[in-house]
Nanobody
Framework: VQLQASGGGLVQAGGSLRLSCAASGRTFSIYAMGWFRQAPGKEREIVAAINRSGGSTYYEDSVKGRFTVSRDNAKNTVYLQMNSLKPEDTALYYC???????????????????WGQGTLVTVSS
């Protein structure tokens, strides 16, 4: 599967952005999906994950209540709605996919097989 992330940009603190990740192919629903970010000088970290159906999600503690991950399997797309953005959210954001036969969200970075290119999110104070 090939992944194409978009939707990044420059936003003021308190603002919102919605990231999208479009996947190629006709079997999108067999993949659990994740959003990750990497800030300068820091390791890549998971932000959110969603299972194959969209019925199970995971959020990193610092984004709980502010970010929402969702997917539309008919459109082969996963989204990350980011509200109440903070300067510390500034990073390169990546989407990733891992093929799964179960219905769990996948929270381990190393488990993901396919990665999109990053989309830059910059939050000004």
């Amino acid at each position: 599967v090939q992944l194409q992330a978009s939707g990044g940009g420059l936003v003021q603190a308190g603002g919102s952005l919605r990231l999208s990740c479009a996947a190629s192919g006709r079997t999108f629903s067999i993949y659990a999906m994740g959003w990750f970010r990497q800030a300068p000088g820091k390791e890549r970290e998971i932000v959110a994950a969603i299972n194959r159906s969209g019925g199970s999600t995971y959020y990193e503690d610092s984004v709980k209540g502010r970010f929402t991950v969702s997917r539309d399997n008919a459109k082969n797309t996963v989204y990350l709605q980011m509200n109440s953005l903070k300067p510390e959210d500034t990073a390169l954001y990546y989407c990733a996919a891992v093929r799964r036969t179960n219905m769990y969200a996948v929270v381990t970075t190393g488990a993901y097989d396919y990665w999109g290119q990053g989309t830059l999110v910059t939050v000004s104070s």
